[in-house]
Structures are given as structure tokens and as C-alpha cells.
């Protein structure tokens, strides 16, 4: 009897705990940045101070147009916990103009403050992020916090679920099919053959209404294992979050290149991994993020983003994950095939409602149609709070 009250007692204590209480909530990151607008681009200038739990992983992620004449570091606070003085523990620039370029640094048995300084400056400007993200995706598997859409295309039926999904195309291109001929299935979908570069896109898109998430609700994402029979510059394609559902017409693909530069189409707030064969500077995957039609990692007050490059290719005929994790304060954390790639600070605004998106377009008139399979599809949101 004594062993039935005390079990009794522990159930009603939990019954009005609150759910966070008891649930494995994924805790939030942090990304810190350049703290001059546009970049460093003076000696002295640092970063914005990161402080880590004991044995924690730092990425540093730089890039940006300069000289190979700068020089900046990463620096570790020494002495007592905010003490002001640091000292240099690990160099970061290569001596390479224009380099994109990342690092890893592990912390010791303390927690310990980091931050990024420039020793020299040539000329231009160097961007730096700095994030204690998970080098690996999070796992959202606790399903009293977060509601999982999982799908595999891999039916009895060509249909798309239109419940969920709005397959479109945008003029002589297939709208997604359901490919059930393929052993692992896949949602297919295929372009024209046009040489202009927003005539001959399809996409899809899961309904904004349905199962999409606000921002400041805590942690989304995306993910997506896809490939094409096509690349470099015959097309434009990628994946990750938009804040509109897709309607057909040139605004369904997130940016538009111009030479070296990324312009956002017809969204707000943009969190995406993509290729444009329209820009040469993006014919390997890069993260772009807008946010409130801001676009980030600025190198200039002219708001011209430059476009990180990750170094991963996309490979004919050869699948690639694809996956964006956006937590609530809107930082943005890109992964290709299980590997933390990039890290935005605040590249989405945490107002906004986001849903998963994926592309593919015509860049170049190659002749030929440009075909994309999505083998599986996972969007996770965290559960609201209210009735949102």
C-alpha cells in the first residue's frame, strides 16, 4: 500500500509539472558574428564573444572579399571569467584572398569565452560566424514537443498528396509526380528545356497553412535527400524554408543571380542551401538567408551578400541531404549529408511563418530536360504553445 501511495504521489507530481519539465527539449545555439557591419576590416576589430560549457565544440566559418594580406585569429579568455584579456589560440586566416574557410576548436575542462580579432587588415572585408551548433544534425524525435511530417514518395500512386503538398510548375515544365517505378521511390519532378532561367521551373511546396512553423516557437527543420541529372551551370536548384506558398509564377524560386550575386524573389524571410548556374560563384552548394527581406552575411552598406561557399559540389545522378535547422531566436544552421556546413546569426526573423521548399530550374538551354528526384522529405516545427 505504502509502495502504491508513493508511486501515486510521483504521478501527480508529474501530471502538473509543465511538459518542458520532463520532455528532452533540444537546447537553443548560439551564433555570434563580425561586430562591425560589412565585416572587419581594421586591426583590432573582434567578433562578438561566444562562451562554451566544458569540452564543448566551437565552428568558425569565414569568408568575404579581401586580400590575402589580413590576419585574424581565434582568441580564449584568460584569467578569471570576465577579465576582459584574451590571447591567441588558434589562427584562422590561409593566406588566401577571398578564402571561405572554416574551423574547429574544442574547449578544455572549463567554460571558457572565445571571440575572433583581427591582427592586420589589408583591404576588404572579412566576415567571420562563430557557433556551438551541433557538428551534426539535432534529433527531434520527442513528439510531445515537436510535430514530425515524414514522407518517402513511396506509394501505390503517382498523385502528390495535395493535402499536404502544392506541386507546381511554372510554364513548360512537370509538375512532382510520384515516381513508383524506383526502388526507393521519389517525388519527380522535370523542367523544359528553356534557355531563360525562370521560365522552366517545378515545385514543391508543403502548404503554409498546414504544416508550416512560426519562428519563435522554437526550433524547425528541414530536410531533404534529393538528386538531379544535371549540374554546374544548366541549373538552379535547392531546398530549405520560404515565408510564402509558391504560386507558379517567378517568385516560387527564392533568388535570382546576377554574375557573383544572389537577388531574393518574391519572399520576405528566406533560409535555403542552393546552386545557381547563373552565378559562377555559386556552382557549389551555399546557405542564403533573408531576413525580413534582408539579405545576410553582408560585405558592403549596400546590402550585395556574398555567398558563402560551402566546397560541396552536387553530383550528377548522386543523392545529397540537404537539411536547414532554424531555432527561435532565427539563427539558422545549414548541414549537407550529416556535416554542419554553415552558420547564419539571425538570418531569419523570428516573426516569421516559414515552410519547406524545394526547386529545381532551367538555367541554360541545354538541350535536354533538367530531372529531380526527392527521395524523402522530413519537416519538424515545435509544437505552439497556443492555438497558432
Not at 576548436?105 to 583581427?118: H, L, Q, S
Request: hydrophobic share 45%; proline share 3%.
Amino acid at each position: 500500500m505504502r509502495k502504491f501511495l508513493k508511486a501515486l504521489g510521483v504521478a501527480a507530481f508529474l501530471s502538473v509539472l509543465p511538459l518542458a519539465a520532463y520532455a528532452a527539449a533540444v537546447p537553443q545555439a548560439t551564433v555570434v558574428e563580425n561586430t562591425v557591419a560589412g565585416g572587419m576590416d581594421a586591426a583590432g576589430e573582434v567578433s562578438g564573444t561566444i562562451t562554451l560549457a566544458p569540452f564543448e565544440t566551437l565552428s568558425i566559418f569565414w569568408g568575404g572579399t579581401y586580400s590575402a594580406a589580413n590576419r585574424f585569429e581565434l582568441q580564449e579568455e584568460v584569467g578569471s571569467p570576465g577579465s576582459g584579456a584574451f590571447s591567441r589560440v588558434l589562427r584562422l586566416d590561409t593566406a588566401t584572398a577571398n578564402s571561405d574557410d572554416s574551423a574547429v576548436w574544442v574547449n578544455g575542462p572549463n567554460r571558457t569565452a572565445y571571440r575572433a580579432f583581427m591582427t592586420v587588415a589589408g583591404t576588404g572585408d572579412v566576415l567571420i560566424k562563430i557557433t556551438n551548433a551541433s557538428l551534426t544534425p539535432n534529433v527531434f524525435d520527442d513528439f510531445r514537443l515537436y510535430l514530425r511530417f515524414f514522407t518517402d514518395f513511396d506509394t501505390q500512386t503517382t498523385a502528390i498528396d495535395a493535402a499536404h503538398f502544392l506541386a507546381l510548375n511554372e510554364a513548360a515544365g512537370s509538375i512532382a509526380v510520384v515516381t513508383v517505378t524506383i526502388e526507393e521511390g521519389g517525388a519527380t519532378m522535370v523542367t523544359d528545356t528553356g534557355a531563360d532561367g525562370q521560365d522552366a521551373a517545378t515545385l514543391c511546396t508543403i502548404v503554409t497553412t498546414d504544416k508550416a512553423g512560426l519562428v519563435s516557437d522554437g526550433w524547425m527543420s528541414f530536410e531533404a535527400r534529393i538528386r538531379q541529372n544535371e549540374v554546374g551551370v544548366n541549373i538552379e536548384m535547392g531546398a530549405g524554408y520560404v515565408d510564402a506558398v509558391c504560386d507558379g509564377d517567378s517568385g516560387d524560386i527564392p533568388a535570382t543571380a546576377s554574375g557573383e550575386e544572389l537577388t531574393v524573389v518574391g519572399y520576405t524571410d528566406v533560409a535555403v542551401l542552393l546552386t545557381d548556374g547563373d552565378a559562377t560563384q555559386l556552382l557549389n552548394l551555399s546557405p542564403f538567408s533573408v531576413n525580413a527581406g534582408v539579405e545576410q552575411h553582408d560585405i558592403d552598406t549596400v546590402n550585395t551578400a556574398h555567398m558563402y561557399d560551402t566546397g560541396v559540389p552536387i553530383v550528377d545522378d548522386t543523392y545529397i541531404i540537404l537539411r536547414v535547422e532554424i531555432d527561435a531566436s532565427g539563427d539558422v544552421f545549414y548541414y549537407i549529408d550529416g556535416a554542419l556546413v554553415f552558420a547564419e546569426f539571425t538570418g531569419v526573423n523570428t516573426t516569421a511563418t516559414l515552410a519547406p521548399q524545394v526547386w529545381i530550374n532551367s538555367a541554360l538551354a541545354g538541350g535536354t530536360t533538367n530531372t529531380q528526384v526527392i527521395d524523402w522529405w522530413l519537416s519538424t516545427i515545435t509544437r505552439p504553445l497556443d492555438a497558432t
